[in-house]
């Protein structure tokens, strides 16, 4: 019972809980603001209706979803003070820099530029216009990686000195932080990865439009429009994920032999990926396995004849440098993660693939099942995303900030485990309620589809009256 009501094990829930909630906003926003962009540049070029119903409909999605963001994300920055002072005393000097240059640069960004977007229809000249819908594109990616640098420091900790007699980690190099190898890496594979889900997101409306035979001028061409986006993103996530796990080699060696569940150090033809593994319940012994030759040893190092180091060496490792203790995450939660990661994507990119075989020639396909899982297939690159970041959390275990601060370092002084239970119920009962709202939001904006586009199939006039939010 004790355990259950550790302040520690509590906030980890806490604020593992509520950022997985506000992160399923963070990568529609950033993929959506770009989707909208892109049609109100295909309408600004070609003048054609269809384009301007589509910027219009899928802004109105944009919205939604990114007002539902900041309301989220607010809870996020008093978690630091309430749940984790301790860490806030100890990084917050090199933490918040990033964070503060989100807020009043990339933050302030968005906010002012959607408001001109939002107001400036019938105001601002057709191309001014167009620029604020890509610098509020742009200040969704900006705010993203200064997030991100955030997060690598964490990661890989630079670009700071401790101050001993202070007891506090001090900002030095402010480039250093925001070049963070890790936040580099990291950065192209998030913006990827969120691509893919907001033309998931664009590929479900679609076809719940498209398997009832209406909105045909505009859902057909969206359609596409995302499935095409759902395969080139899925390549370049794939291709940005095998450049940042060669960096979680070089600074978090840990993580990468947690994610294979490789207990002991191996090269070349013994360093295998196991694509499927079972073994005894305490994770030391494998008892059966699928597995193909030399593939860790090439993801970890490009080459086929590797070294990967294994979580026994390199708990000898770490506790000569930091001392007894353990230092290996939670193995089954790491690889299981790190494989409903890929596996979730993948599924992504080959649906997307198959879907644009079967609308190949402007076909739409008479079978309800293939509009039934272009629907319902939408969470699995949003699942894929937050498995993703289950991984990336839950294998740097037990740092808080690698080889800094501990996790149960971190902690507020004198909480208590009842003060952050009755916060999880509240904040439980608040998110509950904001997910209805959202959800039925979106629901009744999607399957009300492009105001004023006609119903069924109609030619592209050349003009369009402008409908103002």
Same mark, same amino acid.
């Given at each position: 019972?004790? *355990? ?10 806490? !604020? ?5 909630? %506000? ?33 219009? !409909?899928?802004?109105? #999605? ?11 994300? /607010? ?12 860490? $806030?005393?100890?990084?917050? *000097? ?22 001109? =977007? ?28 200064? #997030? ?7 990661? %890989?900790?630079?670009? !700071? ?12 190099? /402010? ?41 045909? *001028? ?51 033809? +013994?360093?295998?990926?196991? /694509?499927?593994? @079972? ?5 030391? $012994? ?26 026994? +060496? ?6 000569? @440098? ?34 644009? =075989? ?14 039934? #899982? ?14 993703? =970041?289950? !991984? ?30 009755? $916060? ?35 030619? *592209? ?9």
């Amino acid at each position: 019972m004790n *355990d259950i009501l550790s302040p520690l094990v509590l906030s980890q829930w806490q !604020f593992g809980l509520t950022t997985i909630y %506000h992160f399923l906003f963070i990568p529609i926003t950033i993929g959506m603001a770009t989707t909208t962009a892109v049609f109100q540049t295909a309408w600004y070029r070609t003048a054609k209706v269809k384009y301007l119903h589509l910027t219009q !409909f899928f802004g109105k #999605i944009f919205l939604i979803n990114f007002a539902m963001g900041v309301v989220t994300g /607010i809870v996020q920055e008093f978690q630091f003070g309430m749940n984790w002072s301790t860490y $806030s005393r100890f990084v917050g *000097d090199v933490f918040g820099a990033p964070l503060a240059m989100e807020g009043l640069l990339a933050f302030f960004l968005e906010a002012t530029f959607i408001g001109l =977007w939002i107001f400036g229809w019938d105001k601002l000249p057709k191309g001014i216009h167009l620029a604020t819908i890509w610098l509020t594109a742009a200040g969704t990616i900006l705010s993203a990686y200064f #997030i991100l640098a955030a997060n690598a420091f964490m990661q %890989h900790p630079v670009g !700071f000195r401790v101050n001993e007699a202070r007891g506090r980690a001090e900002l030095t190099d /402010i480039w250093a932080v925001l070049t963070n190898k890790v936040s580099l890496a990291s950065f192209p594979h998030t913006i990827a990865a969120s691509f893919m889900v907001s033309s998931a997101l664009v590929i479900c409306i679609a076809a719940w439009h498209l398997a009832r035979r209406q909105n045909l *001028d505009t859902m057909r061409p969206a359609m596409v429009f995302a499935l095409w986006t759902m395969i080139g993103a899925g390549i370049l996530t794939v291709l940005t994920g095998d450049q940042l796990g060669l960096v979680m080699v070089q600074t978090q060696p840990m993580k990468m032999a947690a994610a294979e569940a490789a207990y002991n150090t191996v090269s070349g033809a +013994d360093a295998s990926f196991s /694509i499927f593994t @079972l073994g005894t319940p305490d994770g030391v $012994s494998e008892l059966f396995s699928i597995r193909i030759p030399y593939l860790l040893s090439f993801l970890s190092t490009h080459t086929l004849t590797g070294t990967v180091e294994g979580i026994n +060496d390199l708990q000898a490792q770490y506790r000569t @440098l930091y001392g007894p203790g353990g230092y290996a995450p939670v193995v089954w939660v790491t690889y299981w993660a790190f494989r409903w990661m890929i596996g979730l994507g993948m599924l992504s990119v080959l649906f997307s693939a198959v879907g644009l =075989w079967l609308m190949r020639k402007g076909r739409l396909p008479q079978n309800k099942w293939v509009w039934r #899982i272009a629907v319902w297939a939408f969470p699995l690159p949003l699942a894929a995303m937050i498995v993703g =970041w289950i !991984f990336t959390e839950m294998g740097r275990q037990p740092w808080i900030v690698f080889s800094l601060l501990k996790t149960k370092d971190g902690v507020s002084p004198n909480l208590t485990g009842l003060d952050v239970l009755i $916060s999880i119920v509240a904040f439980t009962l608040i998110y509950g309620i904001l997910a209805v709202v959202e959800f039925r939001l979106l629901k009744r904006a999607a399957q009300k589809g492009p105001e004023g586009a006609p119903v069924t199939d109609a030619s *592209d006039a050349p003009t369009a009256t402008v409908t103002v939010y």
